[in-house]
């Protein structure tokens, strides 16, 4: 079953003495090897193509089975904990929470860098770590964009962290008052 071109009868021609008539034949195109060579070279070009290949960039994760003693414990002063929220928002303080909740600060994706190239200038390298603490209410962007900027601040030793239940609740104490404890 092939599929076909008829070419239409066309009557222009007259009678007249000494014209025959001659017998005209349909003309017949059987269009499946058209077919079959579009889908050739459809399939051809679909298997030579290359797709896109993902940009990624290699996380080295710490051994799980390295004994509690040998795991690394990062000083108090060389931590910067970055907080994570949501609508870009990102709360921050350098070593360990006051209880009074003062050291804590905000700040958004934007500036953040800044804060973080000031910690590294002023901490040697082998103290600084990084902590990164996304809440139940941060994107996904929010964190991807945190490790960008690890990588274009170039630290070296940073974290991703649950976040503590004080922690969320000072978030939340914060974006509910509309302005953080210590605007930067």
Do not use: C, W
């Amino acid at each position: 079953m092939g599929a076909d071109v008829s070419a239409p009868d066309s009557g222009g021609h007259k009678k007249g003495p000494g014209v025959k008539k001659q017998a005209r034949k349909d003309t017949r195109v059987d269009m499946t090897p058209m077919v079959d060579l579009g889908f050739l070279l459809i399939t051809f070009f679909v298997f030579t193509t290359t797709m896109s290949t993902p940009k990624a960039f290699n996380l080295k994760v710490p051994d799980d089975s390295a004994k509690d003693e040998e795991k690394n414990e990062a000083k108090a002063s060389g931590a910067f904990t970055i907080l994570l929220s949501k609508e870009n928002h990102v709360y921050y303080y350098e070593g360990q929470l006051a209880p009074d909740g003062s050291n804590f600060k905000s700040s958004n994706t934007k500036d953040i860098r800044t804060e973080l190239l000031k910690k590294k200038e002023n901490t040697p390298a082998k103290d600084l770590v990084v902590i990164i603490k996304p809440n139940e209410l941060s994107s996904y962007k929010n964190v991807v964009d945190m490790l960008d900027e690890m990588q274009i601040a170039e630290i070296k030793k940073y974290a991703i962290v649950d976040i503590d239940p004080g922690e969320n609740k000072l978030i939340e104490i914060t974006e509910g008052a509309g302005a953080s404890p210590t605007q930067k």
